[in-house]
Each structure stands twice: as C-alpha cells, then as structure tokens.
C-alpha cells in the first residue's frame, strides 16, 4: 500500500551522503555532524542526517509553494472541530479515511511483517516502529536491539516519582497517576535545562531527543508501578533486565509471565503507537509543545487528552459497556435482545462506546488486527464472541441513526477483551497501556516539529459576530 500522501521519507530511497552538514532552518545556525553509516545502531546519529536532507526539502518546498493555497474552511468546520481542516504537518504517519493509518507509508499488515519481532516471536517489536517513525526506514534487527538496550537502560524513576505514585489515594484514577507522574519526571529533562542554558536553538531537536528516549524508557516503569501499586497490593514491580525487549520488561513489570502476553503487547504497543497529527493526544502533545514545553510536560498534556472518552478512554467505556450489557442479559445474547440494548443506549443519549471515528470511514485496521490475534489466540474466549456478535449488530444501527459518519469499530471496541482474556481485568488501567504506546508516535512528532523549528501554534478564533459579518450575515 503507499498513500499519495504520505511523508516523503519513508518508502523513497534517499541517496547517502558520505558528510553533510545541519545547514539549519528558518534561520537556524549551522551544526556539524558526524559521519553515519547506514546500517549504524546510532539512533541518534542516523536521524541527524535524515532531519538534515529533509530540512533541505522542506525549505525548497516552502520557498516554492509556500502561499499556494491548499483548501477553503467553511461555517461549520470552525463550530465543527475544525473537521477536515489540513493545518498541520506530521511527518511520522498519514491516516486515510478508508486505508486506515499508515506509518511512514507502511499499513499495518505491512509492519506487521517488515519490523522486527523478538527471538521465539512473531509480532513486531514496537522499539522497531520507533525507529521508524523517527527515522523513516525499516531498522534492523541489531538496530532494534541497540533501542532495547538504552530504553532498559533509562528505565528507573527518579525517587520522588515513586514515592509520590506510592502516596497517591486509590480512587486516584490510574490516568490521573499517569499523567502526574509524567509531569514530576520533568526534574530530568535535559531539553530544559539545555534552554535555561542558552543552547542554540538549532540544537533543540537534540535535547528532545534526549529527553524522548528517557521518556518512553520510563514509561512502563511508571505505568507497573500503578499497577502493582492499585491492584496487586503494592508488590515490587522486580529488576530491569537489560537484555529484555521493552514490552518484556513490561510484562513482567505488571507481573505477568505468559509469552503470549508479551506478544500481544508488542503488538497493542506497536499499533496504538500513532495516528497522524489531529487527533486529541497527538495534537495537545503537539501544541503544548510548541510553547517550548519540555518533552514530559507536553506528553502529560497528550496524556489528559488520551483520557478522556471520546479518545482514549473508550477502551475502558467499551469493557464498562460490554459488563452491564452481560449483566442485564446474561452470558448468551440473542441478536434482537443486542440490538434492543443498543438502541436503548441511543436512545439515551449515550454513544456506543468503541464505534466511529473522525476521520476512519471504514472498520480499524488496529480493530481487524486484534481480531485476527484473538481468532488465533482466544477463538473460543465467549466474550470474544460476543464482541463479534456486537461486531455484526452495530454497524446497522449506526447508519439507521442517519448522522453516524462512520458505523464501523474502531481500536478501542476490541482491545479491553483481549485483555481480559489475559487475565488483566482491570478495565480502568485500560488507557495507561495506550498511552506507554502512544508516546512512540507523539515524542517521535516532537522531535521533528523541534527539528522544523515549527514555530508556537496560535490559530486564530472568531466570535459568532465576527464570523456574521464575514460571511455577511448581519
Ligand atoms: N454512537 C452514537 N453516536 C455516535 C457514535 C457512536 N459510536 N459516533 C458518532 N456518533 C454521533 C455523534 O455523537 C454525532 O452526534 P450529534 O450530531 O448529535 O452530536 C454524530 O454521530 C456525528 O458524529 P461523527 O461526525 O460521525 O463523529 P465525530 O467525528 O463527531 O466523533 C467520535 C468521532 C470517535 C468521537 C465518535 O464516533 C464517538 O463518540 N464514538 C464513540 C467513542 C469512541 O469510541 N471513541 C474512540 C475513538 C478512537 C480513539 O480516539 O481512541
């Protein structure tokens, strides 16, 4: 599959230059950088050159095409949530409404195949997607491991972290924690302390870099830590182990030993990872960011977006969902009584929790993957079935509603059943395990608006009046 539009690394093979300079953008001071192979583990290095050839591009872009007008915004685009509207630039993936997401021009049955897996494995490892996304090339097996090894690396917690995750009350919503305990590691950032002082801002894509990797190494740290913390009375979450991928770690963080379950983590890791640049998460981490914000102070804010229920959240709504839906009509559901207890949520004034989407039109491929990973893992798993069975009675009903844009499941509907079956029932924790994935895409982002020098995000707003006498309306 390749997508028209699509970032212009990615699949396109771009010649190497054996020395090149950071020549700098708008008006950014030029940086020397070293030699890099093309087959060096330097994730760093390797992405130093890319963002110089693609800063080049950019530039002669924008200097040719920079005030060709791309689009008009109507009335109800601006009320709309700005529905449609192609305002900004994300380079790591491209979401098409009827292909679904592709990272950088790859679908996901594609990474699926291309990237990486774990010895004895066969799902990617989502270290190898990172590299992607940042870089634009498929990594290979050493360079995915030279990830694994500094993310094992970076994964402990400062130790007021921990004892404020230790303190926080119970009913603390685990992405309350999450997103706190993100916050409070911004004692580490580098990138904030490189501009109290005074670096270059040619140099600011390092810094987040830096701080990125950090991030996302502490992450399931962070997010085992809530587990044991709320659920398993508190128990240690156990030692790092530096020769383990980042979702083994993971696993057995959370406390969990089945091999299988750490494959399908790799897998829920890898695809909830991005999902271009406008959705909720992608976009707060993106314009909070845009301030200067430090990496974990923009990925926090990403995070209070992830958590809530149109987004992110929806995993657990589904769950909350799916349980009252059995309590009331018990384990064996015909059609006609789902498609009643369907209705009954419209007509309440609920949505369906894990269907639509604002730019999807057809069913997920995040949806389609999970069930094939559960029709080879879980066929028989009833709640897998019923799930299947909503599959069937859902989509039917949202287009006899007549303003669905899309009646069709997206990744939220599936993941929390999976999940159960693994024995991970705590449906509140749902969210945390999108955004450890999330910030693979998000921080990846970050990098390259640093790296663009992407200015501070400040679109402009309208009063009603205002827009009135625009369109002349008074
Ligand atoms: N159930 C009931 N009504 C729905 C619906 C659903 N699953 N999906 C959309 N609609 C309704 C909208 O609420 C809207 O109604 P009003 O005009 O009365 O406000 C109407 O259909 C048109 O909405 P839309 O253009 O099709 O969808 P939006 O782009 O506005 O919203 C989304 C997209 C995802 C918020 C919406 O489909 C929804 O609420 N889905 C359920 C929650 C969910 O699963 N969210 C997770 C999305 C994936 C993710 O981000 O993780």
Redesign the pocket.
């Known amino acids: 599959m390749k997508y028209n539009s699509v970032s212009h690394i990615g699949r396109r093979v771009v010649p190497l230059m054996d020395r090149f300079l950071f020549e700098g953008y708008g008006g950014l001071a030029a940086v020397p950088v070293r030699h890099i192979s093309a087959d060096s583990t330097d994730l760093k290095g390797v992405l130093a050159k890319k963002i110089s050839e693609h800063q080049k591009r950019v530039k002669e872009f924008r200097s040719a095409y920079g005030p060709k007008v791309i689009g008009e915004i109507t009335v109800d685009q601006v009320y709309g949530?700005m529905?449609g509207l192609k305002s900004l630039v994300t380079e790591t993936s491209y979401l098409d409404p009827d292909e679904g997401i592709a990272f950088r021009g790859y679908s996901i049955p594609e990474i699926r195949k291309a990237l990486p897996s774990a010895a004895g494995g066969e799902e990617p490892l989502p270290e190898g997607l990172y590299w992607l996304l940042l870089t634009g090339d498929l990594p290979s097996e050493a360079q995915v491991k030279a990830v694994s090894k500094i993310l094992a690396s970076h994964a402990d917690l400062p130790s007021h972290v921990v004892t404020m995750l230790n303190n926080f009350p119970s009913n603390l919503h685990p992405m309350s924690q999450f997103s706190a305990a993100v916050t409070a590691c911004n004692t580490e950032s580098l990138f904030a302390k490189a501009y109290t002082d005074g670096v270059n801002k040619a140099t600011y894509w390092e810094h987040t870099f830096d701080d990125s990797l950090r991030l996302i190494a502490k992450l399931p740290t962070i997010a085992a830590t809530i587990y044991r913390n709320l659920y398993r009375d508190g128990s240690s979450i156990g030692a790092i182990d530096t020769n383990k991928d980042w979702s083994a770690n993971f696993t057995s963080m959370l406390g969990y030993n089945d091999p299988k379950f750490t494959e399908l983590m790799r897998l829920y890791l890898t695809i909830h990872s991005d999902h271009e640049g406008g959705?909720?998460s992608a976009h707060a981490t993106h314009l909070v960011g845009s301030a200067l914000s430090d990496p974990y102070l923009s990925f926090a804010a990403g995070m209070n977006g992830l958590a809530g229920?149109?987004?992110?959240l929806?995993n657990q709504?589904v769950l909350l969902w799916v349980t009252k839906l059995q309590k009331e009509l018990g384990g064996e559901v015909s059609d006609d009584k789902l498609k009643d207890f369907v209705w009954k949520t419209?007509k309440s004034g609920q949505?369906?929790?894990?269907?639509?989407?604002?730019v999807l039109r057809k069913t997920d491929p995040r949806y389609i993957v999970q069930r094939e990973f559960s029709l080879k893992h879980l066929p028989d798993y009833p709640l897998f079935k019923l799930v299947s069975q909503i599959f069937k009675v859902v989509p039917p009903i949202?287009l006899e509603?007549g303003?669905?844009?899309?009646p069709w499941p997206?990744?939220?509907?599936h993941s929390g059943v999976i999940l159960q079956y693994f024995g991970m029932k705590e449906m509140s924790y749902y969210t945390v395990l999108f955004g450890v994935s999330r910030a693979l895409g998000v921080m990846s982002s970050l990098i390259w608006d640093r790296a663009l020098g992407l200015p501070i995000e400040r679109p402009k707003s309208m009063t009603t009046e205002g827009l009135q006498k625009l369109v002349g309306a008074t």
Request: aromatic share 4%; proline share 7%; no cysteine.
């Open positions: 949530g529905r959705n909720v229920p149109l987004h992110g929806a709504e419209l949505v369906v929790p894990g269907y639509g989407h604002a949202l509603l303003k669905v844009k899309n997206n990744v939220d509907a």
